[in-house]
């Protein structure tokens, strides 16, 4: 009787000890990646800071340091999986002011360009969609979607952070480093793909498809 008790308690332990070995496992595996992925991080904010300082760029329209800075862009970068950067880049610009509008307008230009090229290569690569006898009407909402979600992102580019170059002519080389957030990107593609489509009189079932492609988004590379 004993015995089969002892070895009941036994098997008991066993079992304990399997399902808390587990958790205890995947925890491990966790902080190794979570180490590996903060020392990665480290490691790119050390590259960039080094890049800036070397090429001359200097932090303009704040007073905190570049570190400073820096730490808070990946901070708001890393917020959220979905987020990613953008940066607003002119040269040849005059003042501070000039810059930073003309480096605003590249930006939205750039992400507007990036939102239609998207949606036209997966229109183009969908064998649903039969371009061959609406061509027109797709090249025409390509130009409207563009145009529209030029005007809608403006809302959602936030600047992080604003560097400044110095050139010898006088002139200066400016960047802005935005954080896109997925989410209120998304928002705006799709009022763009609705007013695009209402422009153009997108037939209804194209517009019904195209939408799913918009609301997929994308990401710089």
Not at 96 to 116: E, G, H, M, P, T
Not at 189 to 215: D, G, P
């Amino acid at each position: 009787m004993k015995k089969s008790y002892l070895r009941v308690a036994v098997m008991a332990l066993v079992a304990v000890s399997m399902f808390t070995a587990v958790p205890q496992e995947v925890s491990a595996k966790e902080t190794k990646a979570e180490k590996q992925l903060q020392k990665a991080r480290d490691k790119q904010f050390k590259e960039r800071k080094k890049e800036f300082s070397k090429d001359g760029w200097k932090l303009t329209g704040s007073a905190k340091t570049i570190d400073v800075a820096l730490l808070e862009y990946y901070q708001k970068l890393n917020a959220n999986e979905g987020n990613y950067e953008i940066v607003g880049e002119v040269s040849a610009c005059q003042s501070i002011n000039v810059c930073k509008q003309a480096a605003f307008n590249n930006a939205v230009v750039q992400y507007a360009n990036n939102a239609s090229s998207y949606v036209k290569g997966r229109i183009t690569s969908d064998a649903n969609l039969d371009q061959t006898s609406g061509n027109g009407e797709f090249d025409n909402f390509y130009a409207a979607y563009e145009r529209a979600v030029g005007t809608e992102v403006k809302g959602v580019l936030q600047p992080s952070f604003s560097l400044v170059k110095e050139q010898k002519d006088g002139t200066k080389e400016y960047k802005v480093f935005y954080v896109i957030d997925e989410s209120s990107a998304s928002k705006a593609r799709m009022r763009a793909m609705e007013t695009a489509a209402k422009e153009t009189q997108l037939a209804q079932e194209h517009a019904n498809k195209i939408s799913e492609f918009v609301r997929a988004g994308f990401a710089e590379q």
